[in-house]
């Protein structure tokens, strides 16, 4: 089955044809990062209308990309939410327009299903099911059971911030521009994650995360101290993401010996750290289980995951009509 999966959740542009919900035929993801990059976050309504301009293109670029056209595609799957709602209806209305149009099947699909489906795409060696999942992105930290394809059990979720909406607002902070994640990584690779004494929040036994006091006290550091530059740049970055993995890895850590699983997914933007995964692999040796995560592309959004996700939902039968509409808010 030739999905074609949408995405348009947040400020990101992309579509992609996924076989059989694995193997990748063709994609395209148009960026707005450039766009936003002077507000220093996603300006929702500049999102929206970039959207709006870039789905044809995209759409045209994923099926060039395989060498395919809308006559080999057998359904179509979109993120539905959640996401930001102008954003999301410019790619569910052309799912629709499409599905309408080609007398296509449709699916709508929740985009946290997608981050966790990514780690199918083009792997030979998949994790097995039932599995741990850490899905750690802008919008969302998440704990939770895949028990199979579309059925969950979360375990644990962010008290405030995600833990990529703390990387990105302390890149802000700091003055490394937007999204600071993928900077501060960097520059925590030369830095000392020892030299800045940073909180460690929720060291007790639930398996939530909270990212806000970090965010507060690197703020105060801040302040004290002054904007620093050079080496005291690349230790305060360190130090401010050795105790996000702490967290996150100590919470793994508990939700593992609860469910007694020794497979761990991680997934989402933040899941390209390399302190993360490094961190999760320690972890994983020491108990004798396996790491798995999707290649750094299908770690930010993506369609492929989308119809990666899209496809198990169709083959169980799963349909929906043109009244299909996005919604912001959408847990798993
Ligand atoms: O999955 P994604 O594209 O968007 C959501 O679905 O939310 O994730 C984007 C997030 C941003 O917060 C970005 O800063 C973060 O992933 N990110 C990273 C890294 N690369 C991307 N955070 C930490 N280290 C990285 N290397």
């Given at each position: ?126 994790p ?135 497979t761990l997914v991680v ?10 995964r490094?961190?999760l692999e320690?972890e994983m040796a020491?108990?004798?289980g396996t790491l798995h995560a ?39």
């Amino acid at each position: 089955m030739l999905v074609l999966g949408i995405e348009s959740s947040c400020d990101e542009t992309a579509a992609a044809l996924v076989e059989d919900g694995v193997r990748v035929r063709g994609e395209a993801v148009w960026s707005q990062v450039s766009l936003h990059a002077e507000y220093g976050g996603v300006v929702p309504e500049l999102a929206s209308r970039a959207h709006v301009v870039s789905i044809i293109p995209v759409l045209q670029e994923a099926l060039g990309s395989a060498g395919l056209t809308l006559d080999d595609v057998d359904a179509v799957a979109v993120t539905r939410g959640p996401g930001l709602v102008g954003a999301l209806l410019v790619g569910v209305q052309a799912a629709k327009a499409l599905s309408y149009a080609r007398r296509l099947p449709l699916v709508g699909v929740n985009h946290l299903e997608g981050h966790l489906a990514a780690v199918y795409l083009d792997n030979p060696n998949p994790p097995p099911l039932p599995h741990l999942a850490l899905l750690v992105s802008g919008g969302n930290s998440v704990l939770l059971v895949v028990e199979d394809h579309g059925t969950h059990r979360v375990l644990g979720d962010t008290r405030d911030d995600a833990a990529g909406e703390a990387f990105d607002k302390v890149g802000k902070l700091l003055g490394l521009g937007y999204p600071g994640g993928a900077q501060i990584d960097a520059l925590a690779a030369t830095g000392n994650p020892a030299a800045v004494n940073l909180p460690r929040a929720m060291r007790g036994r639930g398996l939530d995360f909270s990212f806000s006091g970090l965010k507060t006290a690197v703020s105060q550091y801040v302040q004290k101290h002054g904007l620093p530059t050079g080496q005291a740049l690349a230790d305060l970055c360190a130090s401010f993401q050795a105790a996000v993995v702490d967290q996150l890895a100590h919470k793994t850590s508990l939700a593992l010996d609860e469910t007694g699983l020794s497979t761990l997914v991680v997934a989402g933007g933040v899941a390209c750290n390399r302190g993360l995964r490094a961190a999760l692999e320690t972890e994983m040796a020491q108990r004798g289980g396996t790491l798995h995560a999707p290649r750094p592309r299908h770690c930010t959004d993506n369609a492929a995951m989308i119809a990666a996700a899209g496809y198990h939902h169709l083959r169980r039968g799963e349909r929906a009509d043109l009244r299909l509409n996005a919604v912001a808010s959408l847990p798993l």
